[in-house]
């Protein structure tokens, strides 16, 4: 069962026009919730994040919020989800085909849940990264449809047989992965990218930087460049799917020892016991 505006409908009673704006602009926002034991992980500040990507692009969700919360849990329980993810998307609706919006928008909401493991092996063993250069636009703080940039961005790390692009701006500034906020370490302090208009700020990002304050270590909400990324003790990235995943080595040199560090082992035991404490409430 998937979800068509507010109700569970079979995915093959769906269809979508060819005038929806999201296919033909990308025009519309969207969202990545993991389910870990069967409940939500942040779902709350993933529907914050929803309404303010909504708000910045004038557009209007279909219906209230907490609505949307109810039924993604039904969604869950009907497609019987114990680990995997939601992807819930909204986009500016049906509309003949111009580039202003609509006069009377109909947004047009789909989530479908999906059970997806955690990629162990992966936060285990570390992963490799290339960089790349960030050509996306000037609003990536908004989780939008268009996802050219970042699409263009994990096809070059995949033809290059690594994991991640790690974005870096003109400027020389490392912003953040195709779809991972990065960090590094260096004598023992963390610095990643301020959330600000240049990166998506990643829910996951806000829990590291807690976990890393409960761990005593000092954090930098402080950009670096190309130069300090290749030449850190650690370097760590951080979404949804990938939780918080050390990476062991960038351009085809290793990073720091060339394993994955000791802060990230120390950020990802803390990540497991917030996992472990959503199991207790709901048991
Ligand atoms: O399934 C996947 O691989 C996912 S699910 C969510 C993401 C990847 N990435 C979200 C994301 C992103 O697209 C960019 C450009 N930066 C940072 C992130 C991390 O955001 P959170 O932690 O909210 O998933």
């Not at 979508?16 to 919730?33: A, M, P």
């Not at 992963?127 to 989780?143: F, G, P, S």
Request: net charge negative; proline share 4%.
């Amino acid at each position: 069962m998937i979800l068509v505006q507010d109700q569970l409908k079979d995915q093959s009673e769906v269809r979508i026009d060819i005038e929806d704006r999201g296919y033909q602009f990308g025009d519309g926002v969207y969202e990545v919730v993991r389910i870990y034991n069967g409940q939500y992980f942040g779902m709350d500040e993933h529907l914050e994040r929803l309404e303010r990507s909504a708000k910045e692009i004038h557009m209007t969700l279909p219906y209230p919020i907490e609505l949307l919360k109810t039924r993604l849990e039904k969604l869950a329980e009907a497609n019987d989800i114990n680990d995997g993810h939601v992807y819930l998307q909204i986009t500016r609706g049906v509309a003949e085909r111009t580039h202003q919006f609509p006069a009377e928008p109909t947004p047009f909401l789909v989530a479908y849940a999906r059970k997806s493991p955690r990629p162990e092996n992966k936060m285990r063993e570390g992963i490799t990264a290339i960089t790349t250069e960030d050509i996306r636009w000037l609003r990536c703080d908004i989780k939008s449809l268009n996802l050219l940039g970042n699409v263009l961005g994990k096809q070059k790390a995949m033809d290059a047989k690594c994991d991640e692009s790690i974005f870096i701006r003109s400027n020389d500034i490392v912003t953040e992965g195709s779809s991972t906020n990065v960090y590094i370490l260096k004598d023992g302090e963390i610095f990643t990218h301020p959330a600000n208009n240049f990166i998506l700020n990643g829910i996951t990002r806000r829990v590291v930087l807690e976990l890393a304050e409960e761990a005593g270590i000092t954090v930098h909400e402080k950009t670096f460049n190309k130069q300090e990324l290749m030449d850190a003790d650690e370097v760590i990235i951080s979404s949804t799917t990938m939780e918080v995943t050390p990476v062991i080595s960038i351009d085809g040199k290793q990073v720091g020892t060339g394993v994955p560090g000791k802060v990230a082992r120390t950020l990802q035991e803390k990540f497991n016991e917030r996992i472990d404490k959503l199991q207790s409430v709901k048991n």
